[in-house]
């Protein structure tokens, strides 16, 4: 059995607190919140921590409000509040049918919004224990020079396995973070580097504090479709979130639209559909789509199950997406 | 350190190292071994406990986070030497056989049927799509849980 490593764990009950705490112990801090994807990644190895900085007792990150044509979601609300908030459900659905699809009913309790954004990447080289990760020398994200998945490579490929963000980039939502120097506001899309020993944009010392999702307009139609093994307790395989944009008073006539699809690698890919600007949302359409995926999308072996099968997979998930959207 | 918690309505008092899980000073220090340790990493949901009324895995929480918090554990599911009534239907349906997942299956009912206690049985298997059981197949779990449920409605 996995033991957890020796750790000091604090509480602090405000930002500003949370905020000292991460510039005084800078190199060996971790934030921890529901602990749900960190603490089976420390007892893993494959991240250290000797400062975890909990967020639980801040308050000021539980809010979740609508404000004009916003959903403002903090980063400390628990997954199984957004995925079944009165609020979520009437004015974004898409965001809590995606984020129901989080693991299993324990975990949304636990989880939270911000933790699914930071969540860690994960490749079948660095999900295993430390003892494992030894017999291959490890890899660029463990203890080793080599990434496994693409011989010679010298960024980490490993995948955001994310429920939330492809939705979220579907969206057009952007992420408030804090740090020393005061307040900033990024796209969603921006959190994430292409490199996935350190995929997330932000330095040691900032925190995601909150999502601002802007509602959808009447002509805007999104879905999220997910694929794993498992209908439950698991990360996606394949994801993708579709977004259609109708032109107005022609609900069957594409005016914009993109496809993010997370799970290639540690930033999830945006296809913008303008090329199709002016064509009828059907059948042809859907099938437009999903080659213009397929060329551009390129599953790797990071994640279990064959890249060939994930590439086709993408495909039949795109084309179901888009026809979920046929009015 | 020291933490002060609810303990199954006991309000307990304990010196802990700050990377103790949960579950582990459920286990060792209280000797409340009912929640039991499956996969360590959340997935099974042998483990599950109530922190505040909410169902949660205990091998995935460090316990310094439960300072001041409210824990209840499968232990405080039976009253008086009287088993609950979910817990009843589990034995009378057949719900557990090697009994590794029940406590977990038995909290995790028991959180469902206060949250949904009209629950269709599809959604009631989405409510208990956190526990796994290798045993059972799930359908004398889903049964038993569905039959309390129309129990709860039939006496009020």
Redesign the interface.
Known sequence: ??R??????V?PESIGEVLQLLSTHAEHVRI?S???DL??NL?LGSIKGDV?V?L?RVDELKNLKEADTQLVIGAGVSL?TIATSKLVQGTVPVLADAVGKI?????R??GTLGGNLCLDTRCRYINQSEFIRSSFGGCLKSDGDRCHVVPGGSLCVAALSSDSVPVLIALGADVDIIGPEGERTIPVEELYTKDGVAHIALSSDEVVVRARVPIPAAQTRITYRKWAVR???DFPLVSVAVRIDHIKGSPDILEDGRVVVGVLGPQPKILRLSSLQGQPINEEMAHKVAGIVSRRCTPLANVPYSEDYRKLRLAVEVKRAIRSLFI | MKIDFTLNGEQREIDVTPMSRLLDVLRCDFELTGSKEGCGEGECGACTVFVDGKAVNSCLIPVAQMQGREVRTVESLASNEMLSDVQQALIKFGGTQCGICTPGIAMMASAALEAEPNASRARMRELMAGNLCRCTGYQLIIDAVISAAEARRRHG
């Open positions: 059995m996995l957890l490593q020796p750790f000091e764990l509480q921890i529901g602990g749900t603490v089976p007892k975890l909990s639980q199984h693991a299993s009913p324990q975990i309790n636990m209908k439950s307790i």
